[in-house]
């Protein structure tokens, strides 16, 4: 796997985890407010209910009205939306947060509301509760406060006993205060739950356990939010891999086709898709297969048509032999046969090297070899055997310090060779090898002062066993994988083999171009 496709991938699960955390804030926030709306209305519904009970609300020495901002309003001066006062109608407890706390409001009878304004809620709750529980077991005789205590308990919703025993007492700090003010609210060691202390008349201790505050992260919250994050998680990685299991078999599907023999059967890689490296990768080998069975096709081909020549001579050349009875003529027809023999073994190493280096190419030790002596020993051994020829060699000035190379020299050597010797088979004359090196590349050009190559064609003579419709025929000898092999070979040292006009002689031009140096991790 490429650094690439991890990568995409860690980023869509970063873009994925970003959306699930909007989603469960979005989540969390939404749920809260209606969950925190329900718990404002719910938790002083009883006290409301109590107060909707009083007989004579209205009275002076009423216990809300010393502390709390508590008042019988009508309904139209309240001016209310329309959703509030029709929950009214319905005989609901509203509770309305405002800019300094809450008001709640409750049916009053004849058009009246009863409203209390409390500035923490859950503390002023607590201790209106906790007032109309004192002043009841304040009324009460000792022996009915135990009764009453827990009818009052049933009515307000809240938890009322005696305290009575040292390890029930609270801490000394709240004992003071509720020997000072008679009622306490006071909050657990935890700072959640909230209590009321207070003292009655006759010095007796009360103690009053309140609901629970509402609490954001309750245990239904976490249940919630874990079930949506693992529900949005799963079904996107279903979705993920579905895409990624979708790619894979239309890849196995191709891989189906080439193997019934649909070569040109090719995966369809979309850039947006996590296995379109592996698309492309698929497709180069494909590409490359197709490229080998097809070499494999024209390369069994034109060995058949090229085999046929020399072995009708050779067949040929027996039968003169068996009625020939010249000596002269016997020993001609012997060193034609061997003639035709050894052109049969030229043309069967040519095609196993050129086999060789197309379909996977040698195992190349690259070493570090001079150039500019390769191309001196070439020019030297073809001038030899052209001495009709003039074959020189032209170093640029500056080559040879950038002269070492990392090389196969053997065949970099036949490169040059290749190139040197065709050019001299079309040459009127002159074969020039000019060489130039400097610190990042090597480049070789061949040029002649032959007809040259139509450009049309520059591409046409690297393939194999190719011909051409001019002087470049049959009659001026080779087989037509020269060139091809010098590609090969330039392409396994990473560089290109490209043809062109010699502008200084008049013919073609072969240019050879490959990197000087090779990373340490090309070198096989």
């Given at each position: 796997m490429s650094l690439t496709f991890f990568l995409k991938l860690y980023a869509r699960f970063a873009g994925l985890m970003v959306l699930v955390m909007l989603?469960?804030?979005?989540?969390?926030?939404?749920?809260?407010?209606?969950?925190?709306?329900?718990?404002?209305?719910?938790?002083?519904?009883?006290?409301?209910?109590?107060?909707?009970?009083?007989?004579?609300?209205?009275?002076?020495?009423?216990w809300l009205h010393a502390g709390y901002d508590f008042r019988i309003v009508d309904i139209n001066e309240l001016k209310l939306a329309p959703?509030?006062?029709?929950?009214?109608?319905?005989?609901?407890?509203?509770?309305?947060?405002?800019g300094v706390g809450y008001r709640v409001l409750a049916q009053g009878g004849d058009g009246k509301v009863i409203q209390v304004r409390f500035e923490e809620l859950y503390r002023g709750v607590s201790e209106a509760t906790a007032m109309i529980v004192l002043r009841h077991l304040d009324a009460a005789m000792p022996d009915d406060r135990a009764v009453l205590a827990k009818q009052l308990g049933e009515a307000l919703a809240v938890g009322i006993g005696r305290v009575?025993?040292?390890?029930?007492?609270?801490?000394d700090e709240v004992l003071e205060q509720v020997l000072r003010r008679g009622v306490v609210f006071f909050r657990d060691d935890s700072g959640g739950v909230g209590?009321?202390?207070?003292?009655?008349?006759?010095?007796?201790?009360?103690?009053?356990d309140m609901a629970r505050p509402f609490d954001p992260w309750a245990l239904p919250v976490i249940v919630l939010l874990v079930m949506a994050v693992g529900g949005v998680l799963a079904v996107v990685l279903v979705l993920a891999l579905r895409e990624v299991d979708n790619n894979?078999?239309?890849?196995?599907?191709?891989?189906?086709?080439?193997?019934?023999?649909?070569?040109?059967?090719?995966?369809?890689?979309?850039?947006?898709?996590?296995?379109?490296?592996?698309?492309?990768?698929?497709?180069?080998?494909?590409?490359?297969?197709?490229?080998?069975?097809?070499?494999?096709?024209?390369?069994?081909?034109?060995?058949?048509?090229?085999?046929?020549?020399?072995?009708?001579?050779?067949?040929?050349?027996?039968?003169?032999?068996?009625?020939?009875?010249?000596?002269?003529?016997?020993?001609?027809?012997l060193e034609g046969i061997d003639g035709d023999i050894q052109e049969l073994d030229e043309l069967i190493d040519e095609i196993l090297t050129y086999a060789r280096l197309e379909q996977g190419g040698p195992v190349f030790s690259l070493q570090e070899?001079?150039?500019?002596?390769?191309?001196?020993?070439?020019?030297?051994?073809?001038?030899?055997?052209?001495?009709?020829?003039?074959?020189?060699?032209?170093?640029e000035e500056g080559s040879e310090q950038w002269a070492m190379a990392d090389i196969e020299p053997r065949y970099i050597h036949r490169a040059i060779q290749n190139l040197v010797g065709n050019a001299g088979r079309y040459?009127?004359?002159?074969?020039?090898?000019?060489?130039?090196?400097?610190e990042d590349n090597c480049r070789v050009d061949v040029e002649d002062d032959g007809p040259g190559i139509p450009e049309s064609d520059w591409e046409k003579v690297f393939t194999a066993f190719a011909r051409l419709d001019d002087s470049r025929t049959r009659t001026s000898g080779g087989y037509g994988l020269g060139l091809s092999i010098v590609r090969r070979i330039l392409y396994w040292h990473g560089g290109q083999a490209f043809v062109g006009r010699s502008e200084r002689l008049g013919g073609a031009r072969f240019s050879l171009v490959w990197p000087r140096k090779k990373p340490v991790d090309a070198i096989v």
């Open positions: 989603l469960c804030v979005a989540l969390f926030v939404g749920v809260n407010a209606v969950r925190s709306m329900a718990w404002h209305e719910h938790f002083p519904d009883p006290l409301m209910r109590w107060l909707q009970a009083e007989p004579d609300l209205n009275a002076p020495e009423h959703l509030v006062e029709e929950r009214l109608g319905y005989d609901q407890v509203v509770s309305l947060e405002t009575s025993e040292p390890e029930t007492l609270p801490s209590h009321v202390l207070m003292q009655l008349s006759d010095g007796e201790l009360f103690r009053i894979l078999r239309m890849v196995e599907s191709v891989v189906v086709r080439i193997a019934r023999g649909e070569m040109g059967a090719r995966v369809e890689s979309g850039s947006g898709t996590l296995v379109s490296r592996l698309a492309a990768s698929f497709n180069g080998m494909a590409e490359h297969i197709q490229r080998l069975v097809q070499v494999q096709r024209e390369m069994i081909h034109a060995v058949s048509h090229e085999l046929r020549t020399p072995v009708a001579r050779i067949r040929f050349g027996v039968q003169m032999i068996e009625n020939c009875e010249d000596e002269k003529r016997l020993e001609k027809q070899g001079s150039v500019t002596d390769l191309v001196r020993q070439v020019v030297s051994e073809q001038q030899l055997i052209r001495p009709a020829l003039t074959i020189e060699a032209d170093i040459a009127a004359g002159r074969v020039r090898v000019h060489c130039h090196i400097d």
